[in-house]
T-cell receptor, first 114, second 115 residues
């Protein structure tokens, strides 16, 4: 089944404890992106990747890192999480980087930082 | 300035009625795509429908159709014969041809279908 897989679905952690949210897609998509969703703010882009070894900042990159060493994987790393990073996170991918290419989303990771 | 505007934070609609969710957008790029996504209470984001800026006809996918008015920069989602399972948050989004590195989302409309 074609899909974007994120893990974990739920994560509760403490301030400062490094964590990684994994994302993998099996559709051979070129483009991958991370979003965070907060009430009243909609979805905001954190980082994106146009292809392997090509990543760039989105609108809210502070406090996050990403890597794209393989086409299928795009992990999100929080080196020192803080409570303001409590949010619902989505990984998404699209076949191409083109205006007619829709994003396909993972099921989301609900992160709580205490 | 907001590029995608959804003016209805919430809507209540009787089951079986048609629903129109509003979306206006702002771009100077002649090539762009417009998308609608559904987010049920379980949280996942589901792609519903796509409309390209050069498409001559309005997009349709089952009970979903997109009322595309290019001159007004409007891309409203129409759901015909609403069902209880349509209760969800709906997001309008745009991807521009010269900025295809990102998709911009509106803030969403929460739709409640009443039995």
């Amino acid at each position: 089944e074609a899909q974007v897989t994120q893990n974990p679905r739920y994560l509760i952690t403490v301030t400062g404890k490094k964590l990684t949210v994994t994302c993998s897609q099996n559709m051979n998509h070129e483009y991958m992106s991370w979003y965070r969703q907060d009430p009243g703010l909609g979805l905001r882009q954190i980082y994106y990747s146009m292809n392997v070894e090509a990543t760039d900042k989105g609108d809210v990159p502070e406090g996050y890192k990403v890597s794209r060493k393989e086409k299928r994987n795009f992990p999100l790393i929080l080196e020192s999480p803080s409570p303001n990073q409590t949010s619902l996170y989505f990984c998404a991918s699209s076949l191409r980087t083109a205006h007619n290419s829709p994003l396909h989303f993972g099921n989301g990771t609900r992160l709580t930082v205490t | 300035a907001q590029k995608i505007t959804q003016t209805q934070p919430g809507m209540f609609v009787q089951e079986k009625e048609a629903v129109t969710l509003d979306c206006t957008y702002d771009t100077s790029d002649p090539s762009y795509g417009l998308f609608w996504y559904k987010q049920p209470s379980s949280g996942e984001m589901i792609f519903l429908i796509y409309q390209g800026s050069y498409d001559q006809q309005n997009a349709t996918e089952g009970r979903y159709s997109l009322n595309f008015q290019k001159a007004r920069k409007s891309a409203n989602l129409v759901i015909s014969a609403s069902q209880l399972g349509d209760s969800a948050m709906y997001f309008c989004a745009m991807r521009e041809g010269n900025r295809d590195d990102k998709i911009i989302f509106g803030k969403g409309t929460r739709l409640h279908i009443l039995p």
